[in-house]
């Protein structure tokens, strides 16, 4: 007998793997559109001063790009799992596509490393920030289409009619798979079910990343396509806990890059990524830097001559980088991301210390910074997307409150995650207070660097009367959401008299 119930929600799984070609045609709408979006733009000229969004197809695709698509790509995960991987993305659709015509090999060792999406993330955040692939058309071809060209030359190498690309290199795929981490909702195997086999005995589901789909325990590497549901009644999408995955099987997770990306990448590289524009410090050390090259009589890395795929080049904008300016960038989003990552690696390392429980109790401790560290993606992110929408004459004044609301909430989520994986183990009062300690420490200095880039560099308070009438206001919003969206569950999974479910193969 079934363990997981037919439910309205796995109706709705089941609809996902029969109608799998309406998911590949509004996969090529996308492919289409994200094309259009990314080709036409590179080969305009820049817009002029008055252009808006609305009237100008560059500034459209930057809108489109950077203000919508990334920021709010990146909450899906957090909301839907990784749906975007398996129903929307042009990328991953057309790696899929290429590897079925390809050349059908067995991807070697080299490209199975772990360590690829985590370096594969630094580097692409890094470059972009060198070249302001969020300002300018070109950038955003070569790094966005460049990545996009490199899945499809993956994918006709590599896998037949999978998405190896996808499972080994691409650059968000490792930052994904942690957030998905988080979602309420997911593909639930019972394993005891899936070794019954029982009838009907349907074909075998065509699983494009390469998910052991019979030992699935959460939703981090499972693209959430459906084309699994039902199969051997025992995959049925459905709700969990926002916690489960990471309270009940963080232990399980052996792969280290998976928490250098966090600490080092999401929490380190990307803070340097998002606050060189606004840092004061960052100004400081470049014109230390130029001061003392001056001074000794060095004047060529103070010339603007550097090539547009290099560092920024756009002198017709008032917008170029001096030699000195790109090493400056370089260094600073690369120091963040060594000395932040260093410190809490130390700092969690010494938790892990104090509770004498070795690595598993390290990894399984660091996977609690996720909503933190999710929740500085999204504000670095949509930085730009508030910056486009004043440039089009919106004030959005709320927004500095919304931002306080989102990294007070996610750092308490973080905090309360952490306590419920210290109390998984078997740890005295001393050690439960010793690593809590450590681990809110974390915290504070990823706080503290999203306050100074978002009140203190602007010399902005932090909380004013009205600051904390809107957050009371905010906060019964949300908990307000946070029972509907329950209360939907739970119709949502409400168990269906009939349990006959007919799939087909995609
Ligand atoms: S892993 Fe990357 S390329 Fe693959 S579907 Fe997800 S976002 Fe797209
Ligand atoms: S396990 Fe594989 S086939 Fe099943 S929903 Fe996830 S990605 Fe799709």
């Avoid at 489960?244 to 232990?251: A, H, L, R, T």
Wanted: include cysteine.
């Amino acid at each position: 007998m079934s363990h997981l119930p037919v439910t309205p929600l796995s109706k709705f799984g089941d609809l996902l793997r029969r109608y799998g070609g309406v998911i590949r045609a509004i996969q090529w709408f996308i492919i289409l559109f994200y094309l259009f979006l990314l080709l036409i733009p590179a080969f305009m000229s820049l817009p002029p001063d008055k252009a808006r969004v609305l009237n100008n197809l560059t500034l459209f695709a930057q809108f489109v790009f950077w203000g919508i698509w990334w920021p709010f790509v990146l909450l899906s995960m957090v909301l839907f799992s990784r749906a975007w991987c398996g129903i929307f993305c042009p990328e991953g659709a057309l790696a899929e596509l290429a590897s079925k015509y390809g050349k059908n090999k067995g991807a070697p060792n080299w490209l199975k490393w772990n360590g690829w999406p985590a370096i594969a993330f630094i580097l692409t955040t890094l470059y972009g920030q060198m070249i302001s692939v969020y300002d300018y058309a070109k950038p955003a071809l070569l790094i966005l289409g460049g990545s996009t060209l490199a899945a499809v030359g993956i994918g006709l190498f590599y896998g037949r009619n999978k998405r190896v690309w996808c499972k080994y290199l691409c650059p968000v795929s490792g930052v994904f798979s942690l957030l998905a981490r988080l979602a309420p909702l997911h593909f639930k195997v019972d394993e005891e079910r899936w070794k019954e086999n029982p009838e009907p005995h349907l074909p075998v589901p065509n699983c494009a990343p390469l998910v052991d789909i019979r030992r699935m325990h959460g939703a981090s590497s499972c693209h959430t396509c459906g084309r699994c549901s039902g199969q051997r009644d025992a995959v049925r999408l459905a709700t969990r806990s926002v916690n489960e995955e990471i309270v009940d099987y963080g232990q399980e997770e052996h792969n280290p890059w998976l928490i250098h990306l966090l600490l080092f990448g999401i929490l380190g590289v990307a803070i340097g990524a998002f606050t060189w524009t606004v840092s004061p410090w960052f100004i400081a050390y470049k014109q230390a830097i130029a001061e003392w090259l001056v001074v000794h009589g060095v004047y060529w890395p103070l010339n603007q001559d550097t090539p547009w795929w290099l560092f920024t080049h756009y002198p017709e904008n008032n917008d170029a980088f001096n030699w000195v300016d790109g090493f400056c960038v370089v260094t600073y989003i690369l120091g963040h991301g060594v000395v932040l990552g260093s410190v809490f690696s130390l700092v969690m390392f010494i938790a892990s210390k104090i509770t004498q429980q070795g690595k598993v109790f390290y990894t399984h401790f660091c996977l609690a910074l996720i909503p933190l560290g999710a929740a500085g993606l999204f504000l670095g992110l949509t930085a730009t997307t508030v910056k486009l929408i004043r440039q089009n004459g919106f004030a959005i004044l709320w927004v500095q409150d919304v931002r306080l609301m989102l990294l007070l909430c996610s750092t308490i989520w973080s905090l309360i995650l952490a306590y419920r994986v210290v109390k998984k183990y078997p740890l005295n009062l001393i050690q439960q207070l010793g690593s809590m300690l450590c681990f809110t420490f974390v915290c504070a200095i990823v706080f503290y660097n999203w306050y100074l880039m978002f009140w203190g560099w602007g010399h902005l308070s932090l909380f004013k009367l009205s600051t904390l009438v809107n957050l009371v206001v905010y906060a019964a919003t949300l908990v307000i959401f946070i029972i509907i969206v329950k209360l939907l569950f739970k119709r949502l999974n409400k168990p269906l008299k009939s349990k006959t479910i007919k799939v087909t193969q995609l």
